[in-house]
């Protein structure tokens, strides 16, 4: 990351020591929208795809090396799997 990048990045990082994690997931949410390649949802470059069974939903997406990805802040616990690759959560 360059200089440029990790200031935004460390400045979100102090909001959430002085903030709530919710007020910074927004804020994130946001610096993450401003940028020009920025995608939302199902999109060819984050193919999403949902799986039904009986009483079971997952949400299969496939993201490429360097993505920067944000989901939904559930309710309930629920399973995460990362099959490949590395995550920095």
Excluded: W
Excluded at 2 to 23: A, D, I, M, S
Excluded at 47 to 70: C, E, K, M, W
Aim: aromatic share 8%; hydrophobic share 40%.
């Amino acid at each position: 990351m360059t200089e440029q990048t990790l200031n935004p990045v460390k400045k979100l990082h102090e909001l959430q020591v002085k903030r709530g994690r919710k007020e910074y997931i927004d804020l994130f949410e946001g610096f993450l929208a401003e940028r020009p390649d920025a995608a939302f949802g199902d999109t060819s470059r984050a193919p999403l795809n949902h799986l039904f069974a009986d009483g079971i939903y997952v949400r299969q997406i496939f993201l490429s090396a360097g993505t920067i990805a944000s989901g939904g802040i559930h309710r309930k616990c629920h399973p995460s799997f990362l099959l490949t690759g590395k995550v920095s959560v």
